[in-house]
């Protein structure tokens, strides 16, 4: 491995019962962004966690521009750059024959491409370090919730550890113990939608190859007959392959190196690409999309894959989870602040059950594409592809996986522009997040909120940011403290700002 996986000391039960206003069950990657977020909003957590490290083996790898910004915003985002791999453009084949190539990002001003590839473990890592260098978050490694209590007034969890259980009640809960929360089930709450039959073989490989760092889809490749290939580059000469090999492929037969190394060799081989290789990690897996009837359950909240999970096509389980941490962290330092109600909360489910239904609803369009289950589904697929070949019109039809985007229905993330300060190039997005910011055009309406004005402090020099949130000379927007536009205000006075911003505390629409 080209990654060592730290091993973090186990925390020591406390005496007797504990108390915590926010505990996190689970420190895997949203778990851990969730703590960060709200260290930085300035509120302390605990995070149990039943592991002494981070994610092992092949986990998410493509983290999308929504989240590299996210990340940007936790003061993170540079570190993606230089580690990931940078990508924007895919291809896809169908059999011997490049069916079209695609660009994610065809427009230039943002600070963040398309996606990033990169490890999860070492996401988990930065989280990690910049979670203890905050002073703000406890980290109690193997420490795992064995229990719990919904109650009124929090959750009462009873934890083990290797030196033996404790109680600690928490006045809130942010559930994030991944897919198969024990939260969940000990709650008894329902999880429901669709398994796939087919199952996939990862294979994470070490090779100096000469692909370029793009998305590259097989359907019914020569090396793969029948069957759909997935190529991603990673850091450190890791290369990602995934093979599907049907439902009634044998996992342990399939796993064993001697069978992944030709299955490879063959790959490569198809390309004359007879490069040395090693094989890194090898998995298989199968999927499900499903999710939770509810995120928030009182002050237990579900959040990342124990709320909802979908097929890796599409990259947007863990995306989908980073942005469940965005949307949720900032309304939960509000309401421990005193600043808004509770029932701001309840604009986390309004907002991210759409979104994970959005995300479920294209995880399953590409995986009934990619793995079509009867003969006239097939036949249709194989049309699609021989048409996308010739003409564009049936290119959008084609579903290798539709990429992770931001929900965009109740509220969206503000895009990012290239600005000049003091003539130097800088970002719009850069200088929102910290609390609600008011990017006004040509007028500084005096609201007390930390404020963007473009043409005075900040230089639209290319005119993006006016035209990319709508502003005309002397209108205003809004931005959430998670960087969503809460609301436009033309010809903006300070009134109508102060309007939108108790409006927005109080979730009023
Ligand atoms: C093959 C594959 C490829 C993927 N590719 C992508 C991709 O490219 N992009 C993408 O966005 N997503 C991808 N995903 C999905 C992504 O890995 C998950 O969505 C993400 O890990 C979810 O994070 P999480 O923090 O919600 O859950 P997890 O990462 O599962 O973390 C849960 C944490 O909770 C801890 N825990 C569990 N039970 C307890 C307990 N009782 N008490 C205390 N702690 C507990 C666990 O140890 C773990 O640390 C992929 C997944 C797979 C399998």
Redesign the pocket.
């Known amino acids: 491995m080209h990654f060592t996986p730290p091993r973090f000391a186990a925390f020591a039960p406390p005496r007797g019962q504990d108390h915590a206003a926010v505990v996190i ?7 851990l962004t969730a703590a960060l977020d709200l260290a930085r909003h300035g509120v302390r957590v605990v995070v ?4 002494d490290t981070v ?1 092992t083996g ?6 999308a521009k929504r989240t590299l910004e996210i990340y940007g915003r936790l003061g993170l985002g540079s570190r993606f750059l230089e580690k990931g791999v940078t990508w924007n453009q895919g291809r896809v084949f169908h059999g011997e024959r490049e069916a079209y190539s695609f660009d994610l990002l065809p427009e230039e001003g943002h600070e963040y491409p398309a996606f990033v590839n990169l490890q ?1 473990y070492y996401a988990e890592a930065w989280l990690v370090e910049a979670c203890m260098a905050t002073g703000r978050v406890e980290l109690r490694w193997r ?4 229990g719990i209590e919904n109650r009124a007034d929090g959750a009462r969890l009873s934890v083990t550890t290797p030196a033996g259980p404790y109680t600690l009640h928490a006045d809130w809960l942010i559930a ?4 198969r929360s ?1 939260i969940r089930r000990a709650l008894g709450l329902a999880f429901e939608g669709q398994v796939f039959r087919d199952r996939f073989l ?1 294979a994470d490989v070490v090779m100096q190859a000469a692909f370029p760092t793009e998305r590259w889809f097989w359907f019914d490749p020569p090396f793969h007959p029948g069957q759909s290939v997935l190529l991603h580059r990673q850091p450190d000469d890791v290369w990602r392959i995934d093979f599907q090999l049907g439902w009634d492929a044998d996992p342990a037969l399939e796993q064993q190196p001697e069978r992944v190394r030709a299955r490879v060799a063959q790959m490569l081989g198809s390309r004359g690409d007879d490069v040395p290789f090693e094989l890194e990690w090898i998995s298989i ?1 199968t999927f499900r999309c499903r999710r939770m009837q509810r995120f928030r359950h009182g002050r237990t909240i579900f ?4 709320a909802h999970q979908v097929s ?1 096509f599409g ?5 989908g ?1 980073v942005q469940d941490a965005d949307n949720l962290c900032w309304k939960l330092a509000a309401v421990l602040a005193g600043q808004a109600p509770d029932a701001l909360l309840d604009s986390y489910d309004a907002e991210r059950i759409p979104a994970a239904d959005e995300n479920i609803l294209n995880s399953t369009r590409s995986t009934d594409f990619i793995t079509p289950k009867s003969d006239a589904a097939r036949a249709y697929r194989d049309a699609v592809l021989e048409l996308a070949a010739a003409h564009a019109f049936a290119r959008p039809v084609v579903n290798s996986g539709r990429l ?1 985007r931001p929900y965009e229905g109740a509220g969206r993330p503000a895009p990012d522009a290239p600005l000049l300060r003091n003539g130097r190039p800088d970002w719009l997005l850069r200088h929102t997040g910290d609390g609600f910011t008011v990017v006004s055009n040509g007028v500084v309406p005096a609201t007390g909120l930390p404020a963007i004005t473009l043409g005075q402090d900040f230089e639209d020099h290319s005119g993006l940011a006016a035209a990319r949130l709508g502003l005309g000379h002397g209108d205003a927007v809004l931005l959430r403290p998670d960087q969503h536009i809460a609301a436009r205000i033309a010809a903006a006075d300070a009134a109508g700002i102060a309007a939108a911003h108790r409006a927005s505390l109080h979730a009023v629409a």
């Not at 069950?25 to 778990?31: C, D, I, K, S, T």
């Not at 149990?48 to 592991?51: E, G, T, Y």
């Open positions: 069950a689970g420190g895997g990657l949203v778990g149990l966690d039943d592991d994610s092949s986990r998410a790898i493509c983290f999860q420490n795992a919730v064995a994030a113990d991944g897919a024990f990862i897996y959040v990342g894959d124990a890796p990259a947007r389980g863990g995306n989870g992770s």
